[in-house]
């Protein structure tokens, strides 16, 4: 047998073994190398067993995964979208819209995509927004008299967005692969994403508009009675804050500021302040219980650290306020960089100071100047998270000064920077924030977010460390070649082939998972394009829109499983398979627009990064 | 056998739950590069090698806890109609095909690698920080023998499904929220329509349900 021929019965093999359903990360490794070992076999270094260069193969192909640059970022999306997943965030967020939406017709349906929609590009988990939109918007549709087929099709499609809309995992795995810059495969997403969201949106609305029977307009005494105003607050406590966090982290990788892994960290850092704000609201509200925030808990003896958490955080809310009003107001105005300096004023040391002084007169004073009493905390919640952020705040202090005498005491003989007159605020400030979060932060949120991105990382990579030394070893015995060589003397048009290509995606979406797909079966189709004149970016984007079919289609729709999962029991599969149908041809609809206008993807990453 | 189950779960579980943390190292340490890079323009040296040093070890050693969970992703769609015995015989014999000799591999390839790195205490050439790595390279073989210990449980675990028809479950521990909620769901249908099920059944039965 040639060797090609090996590598075409290498991926025979493979393709039977999936059907068995043993582990696919292991399967490729070992599969890797064994085959590695008959490939790289030379019979004059066999001084031992192990001496074989498949190992260094191995070892080198996973040592790349490892240190990979553009799959770092991968976890730290995971985990910001555990964070947020967790941080009870959703249902306010459906129910804010469900009432902004109320005039358009089909508005609970509208409101229930526009919320899969921005949850799932927040979390990337489709799983877990289907389950909470089908515990949350599906028993609410159905009790409005809504079609269970059309109201079962608006959540499974909605949740699958966001493995299309950036920042979603499904893309990075994409760049991971290919060798597309990252960047530019989410700037080249959002525009589609955002089409097919479009898309989804008008459907909705025409069907409730020609059959309202299909969505019928809630009754006058079904609607809540709320003002305008009200509204208008409960959509910027409940949509900006996700709103804000998902274009704040887009904004950064697509204005070029930063890497995806940074952008990704930032997301992290604001899905746990996300988390936090929620859960203290949660708690000063008494909607949620706390065992720091029990009526006694606050000891009399830790009044000093209630002063300086008053004066902490009155100091702080003051600066936030003040640089958002001139620094970001400047930045955006005259184009001056935010600089931290700028934005301090006095010398070190005044800010602490200040800080004192306020906390010490608001809680000594508090109760004779009436001034003053206004911003003395009275609910016993809020004054436990006081005492956290001053006990905070005088370790950070002392940890602030410690390095400050060390800077400048000569005992430390480097060149200390202007910065480090700073460390006593630093260490103050810092030292307060730090502290409120790690108290206030619900924990067990935070390590079920831990445990659950180590997991899910674990299997993206280690299907990446299989396959990177299976497929190298398939072209090294020259499978590649061979596919190519057969899929060219087909004699295919461009379009004949991309039609192929994305069909047989298409199909490969019944049974397998997307990151299979994009890990194992994609690399076949990539050396194929430059033949066709294909870009990868453009072919990346039709796979994204593609794959949304693969949580959709029979026998393994996991969104439908999902959804019946958590429906009653009246609720049948079919029907939701049923009204999935609409939404499936909308995404082909979507991609054969694409296809027709390739400016759509290509537009804004040509704007931003240049041909 | 159901002893060294446990002991190997808990090692596996024990190992990627502390490295898990790293996630936090990294999201502090790239949170902290960004405000000193863009903020102050004033960008670290070491951030870069740090990120994917904890990336790189987090996922590694996840590896066999993942496995404990049955977190791996496979093609199930014919796996999951089958019987729980006839599972477990196929995957018995598949393990000692496809899952030791390509971890025993890398074992032995990573455990040359990274001792070749130790000899001179090798750093990275990433950055200008000197950033040792040789531990890095360690993680591979870490990582490998935990997959090892971990797969010799899964095998009795296959045993043990054989003889009794009953696959033995890990300890609980967190799970996505779809399984949660799934699992919830079933609870309350069960005891919503409890009427007829309680007249079937006596209420011991229904404790694992």
Redesign the interface.
Known sequence: MSDPVIAVLMLGVFIL???????????L??????FGYYAYYDPERMSSL?DNR???L??NQ??S?????V??A???FL?MGYIV??ANIVDRLFHTLNIAARRLPGSMAIAALATCAMFATATG?I??V???MG?LAFPAMLKARYDTSFAAGVICAGGCLGILIPPSIMLIVYAATSNVSIVKLYAGAMFPGLLLAGLYMAYVMVRAWLNPSLAPKPKASEVEDIGKMQVVMMVITSFFPLAFLILSVLGAILAG??TP??A???G??GGMFLAIAYRVAAVLKGEATATWAKPGSVLAKDWWAEAIGVGATIVLGLYTIYVIIFQVARNIAVGD????EGGLFGGPFIAVIVSLVLGFAVVLMGDQISFLGRFKPKKEAARAMMVFAGKGASVGALFGLAYLALMHSGFEDRVSSR?SWWSLDIGFYVGAVAWFAWRTLERSVL??S??????????????FV?SWTFSSVFSYLGGEELISEFVISMELSPIAFLIMAQLIIFLLGW???W??IIIIFVPIFLPLLPVFGVDPLFFGILIALNLQTSFLTP??AMAAY?LK??SP?HVQLMQIFKGVMPFLSMIILAMVIIYMVPGIALWLPEQIYGK | MERYIAIADTISAWFGKVFAWSIMVMTFAVGYEVFVRYLLRDPTSWAFDISYMMYGTLFMMAGAYTLSRDGHVRGDFVYRLWKPKTRATVELILYFIFFFPGVLALVIAGWKYSSRSWRYYEVSVMSPANVPIFQFKTVIVVAGLLLVIQGIAQVFRCIICMRTGVWLKPKEDVEEMEDVLLKQHEHEVLKHSSEAVDAMKPKEDRKDV
């Open positions: 073994v999936i059907l068995l359903g043993f582990p696919i990360a292991f399967t490794m070992a599969m890797g190398v064994a192990f498949i190992f260094d191995l070892v996973t040592y995964v490892m240190a990979n640059d799959l770092t991968v976890p730290l985990f997943e967790r988990i799983g877990a289907v389950t909470l515990l500021l930063a892994s940074e990704a960290s930032v992290a850092l960089p935010i600089s931290l910065l390590s079920e831990v445990y659950l991105t180590v997991r899910t990382s674990a299997m993206v990579c280690w299907l299989g049974p397998l998972e990151s299979e026998p393994m999902y999962g958590v029991p």
